[in-house]
């Protein structure tokens, strides 16, 4: 018994060692745009294979809600913060099929946090009141490099979000079902 739990032991750290090869950055900072905003970002290494990214930014928005009925431009750039912990789950493999995992390239699983504060919007005529909200949304999503420093980004979830309408004059909050989808363009440093 004592030989076959060491020979697992033995085969397990063989594993473990085999594993470690693959690792996100232990750092990486940037900046990306797309077609709904612009975000500077920095992703700090927890583990190997997992990597909490930080984000602010403004996001643009058409609104077609009833918060903005009564304006003629729903139109608005808004900021906002994101922490975002990813899971990179196929570093090992593309190390292993000698394809590049820079900059963090690779495929992820994301739970994404986000916050609009009410602090102030751009791009907006019809002074419309600013209305917080807060989103929590599973994404999968691809990195993939183009070049030394430029990356471009995809990504597809769907989660939970909560407007805190009644902070803003409003008769009460909404909470309702979100989606995430995202292209992003950006520049590593």
Known sequence: MKKIILALTLCGLTLIAKSQNASVE?????????????????EAKLSNSIALRTELGFDFGIWETTFYDDYDSPFLLTPVIVVEPRFYYNLNKRSENSKSIEGNSGNFIALKAGYHPDWFVLFNPDD???VSDFSIIPTWGIRRNLGEHFNYEAGLGVGFSHTFAESAGYSEDKSEIELNMHLRIGYRF
């Open 26 to 42: 232990k750092s990486t900072f940037g900046v990306q745009t797309g077609v709904l905003g612009i975000w500077a970002y920095n």
């Open 128 to 130: 419309a009141p600013v």
